[in-house]
């Protein structure tokens, strides 16, 4: 229980969570749809308000991208990976600023075009996690290697700690492609880059594409 409270406590947990919430009541309003318009309104209804609460507390949160793009051009010497990760938090940052100009102009607050701006923001989302699922395949590809290397030596405690210190890792891998693959259902469709080739995710899709990447992200913080 104390666990679990100081995961809610944590900025990232609460917002992980409430973007479970966020993504199984957009999944539910598709769902419902034709079936219940009771229920159909309730879950759109509370789909709508998460999304604006969210984003609401991610104003400013492109500081957080420049503190880590800083960490990391910061580093001697630079490998491919770090390199990766620098574009990706760049691209992060963008998101962010137009993700705020969005919700700052749904508010009223600012007078510029909100669905634009989102999709300003959802462009550089798709960006950013296309190059996360590049930096991931690089990586278990790299920690394959490194296993081929261990396996090949004698057999000892040692090696085994670093062979499960590895698939650990790996592990780890796997869970990043699948979660960024959830958001990439989303970003796509929010740029329209699925119509360009004869089809579109509809809100199901996209609810379950949220909710899987969310849920892994609480895993993963928990």
Not at 13 to 31: E, N, T, V
Not at 96 to 118: G, H, R, T, Y
Request: hydrophobic share 45%; with cysteine.
């Amino acid at each position: 229980m104390n666990q679990l409270i100081a995961f809610t406590n944590k900025t990232e947990g609460r917002d992980k969570f409430c973007k479970a919430i966020q993504y199984a009541s957009r999944f539910l309003k598709w769902y419902f749809d034709g079936k219940d318009d009771d229920l159909k309104t309730r879950f759109g209804g509370l789909f709508e308000g998460m999304k604006t609460a969210r984003k609401l507390f991610r104003l400013f949160k492109s500081l957080n991208e420049y503190h880590k793009v800083m960490e990391l051009a910061s580093k001697k010497d630079l490998t491919q990976v770090d390199m990766l990760n620098i574009a990706a938090r760049i691209a992060f940052l963008l998101y962010w600023i137009f993700d705020n100009l969005s919700i700052l102009s749904s508010v009223k607050f600012l007078n510029l075009d909100a669905k634009q701006m989102n999709k300003y923001g959802s462009f550089w989302w798709f960006v950013a996690l296309v190059i996360g699922q590049i930096t991931c395949i690089i990586t278990l590809s790299d920690l394959s290697k490194k296993e081929a290397q261990l396996r090949a030596k004698e057999k000892s405690e040692e090696t085994k700690k670093e062979l499960a210190a590895i698939q650990a890792k790996k592990f780890v891998e796997y869970l990043n492609i699948i979660k960024q693959a959830g958001d990439m259902i989303t970003s796509s469709q929010a740029i329209e880059l699925p119509a360009k080739f004869g089809f579109n995710f509809h809100e199901g899709h996209i609810g379950v594409g949220g909710f899987v990447s969310a849920v892994l992200t609480m895993y993963q913080l928990y």
